[in-house]
Nanobody, 125 residues
Framework: QVQLVESGGGLVQAGGSLRLSCAAS????????MGWFRQAPGKEREFVAT????????SYADAVKGRFTISRDNAKNTMYLQMNSLKPEDTAVYYC??????????????????WGQGTQVTVSS
């Protein structure tokens, strides 16, 4: 069984930065793609960023491109999301996820098999 635990969320002013972490345990996940999604109140969960098993390939949602950076440390079984120039519209619960089937990038919710519990990010204007 895989457990994913996010951390690093919080309240920040517009223009500020946060770094989210996702620690995985229970299984080595270095062969699979990982990703970040977010869900705002009343909205569907949406793709934010993903990276391949090696971290060499990444993909970002247009809304965060140029502001967010996804990375991973396979030795630590941990993934990160560096979020800069935050905007109020970035406010959401952020979830990390891992596929058990795909080694390259994956951008659909249905591509992922394991999910964390989420961490709240609130950006004030």
């Amino acid at each position: 069984q895989v457990q994913l635990v996010e951390s690093g969320g919080g309240l920040v002013q517009a223009g500020g930065s946060l770094r989210l972490s996702c620690a995985a345990s229970g299984r080595t996940l270095s062969s699979y793609a990982m990703g970040w999604f977010r869900q705002a109140p009343g909205k569907e969960r949406e793709f934010v960023a993903t990276l391949s098993w090696s971290g060499a390939r990444t993909s970002y949602a247009d809304a965060v491109k140029g502001r967010f950076t996804i990375s991973r440390d396979n030795a630590k079984n941990t993934m990160y999301l560096q979020m800069n120039s935050l905007k109020p519209e970035d406010t959401a619960v952020y979830y990390c996820a891992v596929t058990g089937r795909i080694s390259i990038v994956a951008i659909q919710v249905r591509d992922y098999d394991y999910w964390g519990q989420g961490t709240q990010v609130t950006v004030s204007s």
